[in-house]
């Protein structure tokens, strides 16, 4: 089928890259607002043509929104505006209540379906694109009573062809979810280099001493700030809520610390040292992939 | 030379793995307070053979200190005790100037080199130790003018070795850095792992909706509650320093989210993204070694 990839970055490109790969895109048709996103996603083989929104809207068979999530809420409906009823859209998002939300009373609603493939890094931008990104993760579809059964069925068939799992959940349940999940860790990790950055002024002493587990945890402040503001500003009150209790954590840690209990931080890290059972499947899963060690090496300091 | 690994868990477990196979020890002596991992560590071939504290003082060139920093401190004044001025002690430890303080007085002092090999993983024990855990990492020696010329020329020959960058730095100056970079990133990890056990109840929801990022940012919260209790303890002042302001930082996100200040919260990370640049040469070392898709795949939801 002819798929149209909008938002030519992380996601989008290596959507490109595995959809030409598997077959399931015969034809790759590009949109992105910046010009030389277009370009260098061509070189790169992420797509076929660049096209216009219109192009895209006129020949595509699969609309694919890979673009911010504020970005989605403005352009969903104009796409919606755009097709067919023998068209499918489907957005990769962060955020799933407001996105749904936005086109609730659209007449093509059906045609639109949710979802969220639980993969990306902390790169962006076509040179980010990599092939087998979505492999083996979990593909989240949202409120599918709403969409069409064979737009839901285009939807699978997709994500099937990613090799991911595919989960169905309430887009509200996702939110939250999510936001106790994985929005969280990017506010604990932007938190975490502010500290370092605005502690230890010699970059030397940060790079010398950053443990790989420094290194490990403070990964995802490399993110993109576009991207992750969208995600806390449709996820707001989610994230309040469990920053909360992440504040509250931190600062049991520091208080136990500063009264001497060191029987209470012993306590508190082994309830915590439960979250590797809970992770484990995962962690044999890219175990087999051959990442353990280098998910392992260097952590300790 | 013949060397005494004390403690044979992840870091003395691959201190004897890499020693042998480079040369460096021509017989491993193992010591370990609990039998069964003597047994293991000679199973896999980690040491050469379990001898006792007595023999180990007795019969090695180099002991090396690879338990927790607080377990040092009750055992490195019985060990310069009972070797002679040409042998030399090493310890492994996350922390240094208490280590040092403890020993200020001892009349073998000069024998004894304080070090901090910035290597390890989350994992403890002997199953633990891999190959080449610490090759191009850096080691820090603190306060090597209060030890032997030539304890210190052993030390470096050793880590020379192991393939690591080798820093000089004053014990409290150690603990200070070590405290801003590396050890707050386990704290942060513990908490976001008490934070999320506790708001989200299905362990099928943490494993599914896991990110790479998250896995990533909360790895550190697997490790072993005994080591980083002794480590809180002895850098107890440079911690809750560094606590503070960690808690300031998400705070701030937290209110910047609650005030609906998206430029505010963009401005925070578009700051936080510059430790990428500050990594990057580690990042690009890492890339080099293969580890750039493990560690870059699965991390953006």
Redesign the interface.
Known sequence: MTVAIIGLG??GGSLGLDLKANGFAERRLGVDSRREHGLQALELDLIDEVVDLETACQEADLLLLAIPVGATIGLLPEILGQITARQTVLDMG?TKAEIIRSVKNHPLRARFVAA?P??????SGPQAA?R??FQE??A?ICGQEQSAADAVKTAEKLFKSLFM?I?YMDAEEHDV??A?????????????????????K??A???????????????????S?????DV??QN?NN?????????E??????DL??Q?D?EG??E?????????R??E???ER?EA???S?????????
């Open positions: 992380l996601i962060s969220h639980m993969a990306g890094t902390e790169f990599h087998n990104l993760n979990a989240i799992r989960i979810h999510a106790y999940v994985s929005h969280i860790s990017h506010i604990s990790s932007f938190a975490l280099a502010l500290t370092v950055l605005e502690k230890e010699s970059e002493n940060i790079f010398n001493l950053a443990s790989g587990g420094f290194r490990s945890t403070v990964r995802l402040a490399k993110s700030p576009k991207m992750w503001g806390y500003k707001k994230l309040l809520d469990v920053l909360d209790l992440y504040v954590k931190v600062q049991l840690f520091r610390i500063a001497d060191f931080t012993y508190q890290m082994a309830q915590a040292n439960e979250i590797g809970i992770l499947v995962g962690g890219r992939r051959g990442e060690r280098e998910e392992r090496v260097e952590s300790r300091e």
